[in-house]
């Protein structure tokens, strides 16, 4: 039986608490949100803190709202919050697309938005979403609090800029015009299984159909901080066009950097990547139209 | 609302689970419920490498742990005599390694605390120094001269064994002659039965009366205590091996395994009850595997798709220690059965057994002793052929299926099959399909670029181990016994051999009493799983509970009719030859107000009655029951998917299921079981594999890497039956429980190269997961069992 080393256990009652804990156990401290990730690797021992710092009694941090022209995401919200929130896929369904294919009902009862992000795993859809939005992350500190892009959040795999006494508290995504829609389009060998590839779209077209702003989230295929900057740069000021997203897709194909592993060959994630990609802009594309139209798709 | 239960049957016909009301209550008793006063914990520290060899173990910081009893080595066991343990399959295995390591995960020391966290920390604290060796992880490269040798306890090479089956000349000959011949190299991957409950032991070792008591995830609880017997020397008579209720088998709990015997010795030495449960990784790295089967297949036929022979050379990857579980005499289990259900001139098969850097098994996953590979092999090769003749595989299959009146048929290597109506099953199937219809929708798909597949496979099983004469596991004959004993007040009790993984024993034991007595199920008692408390027989694997105990409970039951007619012609002071049996009761012919409950007889037999000299009271009766044949039960199945075209994900929309597995003596648990199956086929067909890399690292050992299948991809069964009893069988029924699981994977791979039939794919091997089924359409199919690069 798979039995973790010895820790110790606090409860935060606030988000200054949890800070002041954080200070107080230092480096070998970890949080404990979900658990999902951290509490199997422990399991296995592949992580031995010290002491976990229980967030999940912190009021105020689960809240999805909108404020100044942006949605925000509490850092305790969890994925089965999101998936059912329609505020966050009224104005984003790159969200609930992503949240309807992340693990499974059981992992997303109780797996947080947070620690989705916090734990870094190349492969975390999440993050490829958000980056997609170019979301803000709110960290806290002890002194304060900065906004950093979720663009800017990642130092590479399992790793962010979230320093030892800090606590990631919000997401917050600019609220984007009439002219855009987003997409989230994975696939992976199983239900619940991490994705082979995924690939998120996020469209703003004027009103003759040319891609003013796009941004495009990749999972698991080695992309620079979850986004392919090259697609993106590729698509602005192209027509809308199935074409052109065919050949986005080609360029964020060429700009990734799979690994292989058992859930397949670079080739394979590669080719995946642009079909996946074209696949997102074309679903991105239609909700474009369609809310200019009035529907929702 | 509530719906009221009907009766439960006086004998066969669907029925709830007797053994439901403790498990959907939670209150069912595995290995890991019970608890002993005084109990320790053992933990098992393993191998990080595949090949390597052990310089040193130092063990004193481990030992120094404030909770901890006693850490065991190879070393240890050794002054025991007890480093090296038999296989079923007449091999060697290490208990704790001595000399090397031979695969990643091999036991290598045994720690013994009060807990099983501390277990667990002093694994942490023993410091092995190992000196990594080359390995050989690819069977393929196993018999090449420079190939590192695995077993140099044994010898210089990595060879196992050579077998062959059929007639090597005249198959030769007619694939020489043949319009039409195919060939195709086909992997069966090694995947794992993974049940949901590990393995996992208690050791309890009485110093003063000499007794071991061993409660082990067992699926074969009497052979395992002649094992241990023979391992640990202690007397059969003085072991009692208790199979508690058992969360999944599958064949995983046929083997003996180290820990059971670390945890034994655990107990020896610390004079208290030892525990020691696997955790899933240890489950999936070290216990038995199945599959692994390397076969280069081939068909020979005429141009119009008359099936003429089977030809196919196996190279079988046993991993380091030969410990496949299976009747002695056959090395690659029922293999022999790979003539499918066609009526061929000539049939062979070559197959060489070689050892790998990989954990040891085989034989598991409800594979049916090998069938399961055997019906893979025909199955796609019949595919193979109707691709190449441009043929229906529906049509190429009926014009090919053995016909009612060839049984009882001698296959072309000599297997006897039972009996079948093969073409009235598939042609069920079909029809349940729609397959005519399948076909024109699947025609017109593809004008609009759409990947919908077909696929079909018809199987037949060899099951239910079997004739004593041919059949035994290390000298012990494959019959089982039973005592049955009906008790003076009319219930009943039944003790078997054989023992429930979740199959539902309790349940169909007593409908076959109840069918055969007139005794209602739940007045009969049904005791398994205690080698104290029930007689000898080998256990449940194979699909043999129902063929071979189940046989023996008819016969049982009918000799307690025979001594109750006795009783019930004393009763009524008449001739025995007067009375007639209907369930339940004999009465006087004629007379039919004149007669005799078995209750009422059950009590008469226990009085002062006066009984015809020679006839012994009370009434119970045992059998041993020697199969004179195996079982062979039969299906077809159509499976129908969708394949994203731009992605390879596999979709199975449709699964139609048509058993034919004799007489059913509770239709539900039948099908039950065969959703089971369908499932295991499918995981087995899309996703299950444990591949390593060069270095010999599993790349299957957690349930991240190894996929099962859920719901979401599991369509809703559609099941049919045909019934063709066998005639071997004294209540003509066929073993059932691992025929999906057997029948369902090549129909659906059948589907998805069917559904690539645009790409001209003729062949790619399992688990045709999205990146597969996109390369087989570049052309460039995987090696599924390697890592990818």
């Known amino acids: ?123 975390e859809d999440l993050s490829a979403a958000f980056g997609a939005l170019r979301a803000i992350a709110v960290i806290q500190g002890r002194d304060g609090s900065r906004r950093v892009p979720v663009r800017e ?59 003013t702003e796009a941004g495009i989230g990749l999972a698991a295929v080695g992309a620079g901080h979850f986004v392919s900057t090259a697609a993106e740069d590729f698509l602005r000021g192209q027509p809308a066009t199935d074409a052109v997203f065919g050949q986005a897709g080609q360029v964020a194909a060429e700009h990734c950097q799979p690994a292989a592993d058992q859930r397949g060959p670079v080739d394979y994630k590669r080719h995946l990547t642009g079909e996946l990609t074209t696949r997102a802009l074309r679903r991105a594309a239609i909700r474009v139209r369609a809310r200019a139209g009035g529907q929702t798709v | 609302m509530s719906t009221a239960e009907p009766d439960p049957p006086l004998g066969y016909g669907s029925m709830r689970r007797k053994e439901d009301t403790r498990f959907i209550r939670g209150q069912g008793s595995f290995i890991d419920d019970i608890k002993l006063g005084g109990m320790l914990h053992g933990a098992v520290l393993r191998s990080p490498y595949a090949h390597a060899r052990i310089q040193s173990i130092d063990v004193s910081a481990a030992q120094a742990h404030p909770r901890v009893r006693a850490v065991i080595t190879g070393e240890t066991l050794a002054t025991r005599d007890l480093a090296w343990m038999p296989t079923l399959a007449g091999d060697t295995q290490a208990v704790l390694a001595t000399d090397k390591v031979r695969f990643q995960g091999q036991e290598v020391a045994f720690v013994v605390a009060d807990d099983r966290y501390a277990a667990r920390d002093a694994l942490e604290l023993i410091d092995v120094e190992y000196e990594p060796l080359p390995t050989v992880m690819d069977a393929r490269q196993a018999l090449d001269p420079d190939a590192p040798v695995v077993r140099d306890d044994l010898g210089a090479s990595n060879h196992i064994f050579d077998w062959e089956s059929g007639d090597a000349a005249r198959t030769d000959e007619i694939f020489a002659a043949a319009d039409v011949t195919i060939a195709e190299d086909l992997l069966y991957p090694r995947v794992h039965p993974a049940p949901l409950e590990t393995c996992g032991a208690i050791a309890d070792f009485d110093p003063i009366s ?98 003429l022979a089977v030809r196919v050379r196996v190279l079988a990857d046993h991993g380091a220690f030969n410990g496949a579980a299976q009747p002695t005499k056959f090395p690659a289990g029922f293999f022999g059965v790979f003539t499918g259900s066609y009526d061929l001139q000539a049939a062979h098969c070559q197959v060489t057994g070689v050892y790998t850097n990989k954990a040891p098994g085989g034989v598991a996953y409800s594979c049916s002793f090998r069938i399961t590979e055997a019906v893979y092999l025909v199955e796609r090769m019949v595919d193979m052929l109707a691709f190449e003749l441009d043929a229906d595989a529906a049509e190429l299959r009926m014009q090919n299926l053995l016909r009612p009146d060839q049984f009882p048929y001698t296959c072309a290597t000599g297997w006897v099959y039972d009996s079948g109506d093969y073409t009235s099953t598939l042609q069920l199937a079909l029809d349940k399909a729609d397959y005519t219809g399948l076909r ?74 109840a069918e055969e007595l007139g005794i209602p199920p739940d007045r009969i008692e049904v005791v398994h799983g205690d080698t104290d408390q029930t007689p000898f027989g080998l256990g449940t694997y194979g699909s043999r509970s129902t063929p071979v105990s189940g046989a023996a409970t008819a016969v049982a039951a009918r000799r307690i009719r025979d001594k109750a007619r006795v009783v019930a012609a004393a009763m009524l002071e008449v001739a025995t030859g007067d009375l007639e049996w209907e369930k339940g009761r004999w009465y006087v012919r004629g007379d039919p107000d004149q007669g005799r409950s078995i209750a009422e007889i059950a009590l008469a037999a226990h009085s002062d009655l006066e009984l015809p000299a020679g006839v012994e009271g009370q009434l119970d009766a045992s059998c041993v029951y020697n199969p004179p044949n195996l079982t062979y039960p039969c299906g077809a199945y159509v499976c129908v998917v969708d394949v994203d075209p731009g992605t390879g994900k596999v979709e199975v929309r449709r699964f139609v299921a048509v058993d034919d597995c004799g007489v059913r003596i509770n239709p539900m648990i039948v099908e039950g079981q065969i959703h089971g199956g369908l499932a295991d086929g499918i995981g087995m067909a899309l996703m299950e594999v444990i591949a390593y890399d060069t270095q010999g690292n599993c790349l299957g050992g957690s349930f991240m890497d190894y996929l099962l299948p859920t719901a979401v991809e599991c369509p809703s069964w559609e099941l049919g039956e045909t019934v063709t009893p066998s005639p071997h069988h004294p209540i003509g029924a066929k073993g059932v429980g691992e025929s999906a699981t057997v029948g369902s994977p090549p129909a659906v791979v059948n589907a998805v190269i069917d559904a690539l039939r645009p790409f001209g794919v003729r062949h790619a091997d399992m688990p045709l997961t999205p990146a597969q089924v996109w390369r087989a359409t570049q052309g460039r199919p995987l090696r599924t069992d390697l890592a990818q690069s």
């Open chain 1, 1 to 123: 039986m798979q039995v973790p080393s010895h820790v110790e256990y606090e409860k935060a009652k606030s988000v200054e608490h949890a800070l002041e804990l954080l200070t107080r156990f230092g480096p070998e401290a970890r949080v404990l949100a979900g658990g999902h990730s951290l509490i199997p690797m422990m399991k296995l021992r592949l992580a031995q803190p010290e002491t976990l710092i229980d967030i999940n009694g912190i009021s105020g941090l689960s809240r999805i709202t909108v404020a100044d022209g942006e949605l925000r995401i509490g850092a305790l919200v969890r994925h089965g919050q999101l998936l059912a929130s329609a505020v966050a896929a009224g104005h984003f369904p790159v969200l609930r697309d992503a949240e309807q294919v992340i693990a499974d009902p059981i992992v997303r009862n109780w797996g947080t938005i947070g620690g989705s992000l916090c734990q870094a795993d190349p492969s």
């Open chain 1, 153 to 211: 959040f990642h130092l590479g795999p399992y790793e962010t800029v979230v320093a030892p006494a800090e606590l990631l508290t919000e997401l917050r995504v600019p609220i984007a015009g009439d002219g855009s829609g987003s997409a989230y389009e994975k696939v992976s060998r199983r239900v619940g299984d991490w994705s082979i590839a995924a690939a998120g779209a996020v469209l703003t077209l004027s009103s003759d159909g040319t891609v």
């Open chain 2, 210 to 307: 000499g007794k071991l008591t061993v409660w082990s995830t067992s699926q074969a609880p009497h052979p395992h205590r002649l094992l241990y017997s023979m391992v640990a020397g202690v007397p059969e008579h003085k072991i009692r091996v208790i199979s508690p209720d058992i969360g999944g088998g599958f064949g995983n709990k046929v083997p003996l395994y180290p820990g059971y015997l670390c945890a034994i010795v655990g107990s020896m030495i610390t004079g208290r009850p030892v525990k020691w449960i696997e955790d899933r990784s240890e489950n999936l790295m070290s216990t038995s595997f199945a599959r692994d089967y390397h076969m280069h297949g081939e068909i020979a036929a005429t141009r119009d798709g008359k099936i």
């Open chain 2, 440 to 513: 024109q929708e699947q025609a017109a798909g593809r004008e609009r670029g759409e990947l919908m597949g077909i696929g079909i496979s018809f199987f037949t099983e060899a099951v239910g181990a079997g004739p004593r004469k041919h059949m035994d596991i290390m000298g012990l004959g494959m019959a089982d016994g039973v005592e049955l004993r009906v008790n003076p007040g009319g219930t009943a009790v039944l003790r078997i051999a054989v023992q429930t993984q979740g199959q539902g024993h309790e349940t169909t034991f007593a409908q076959i009493v």
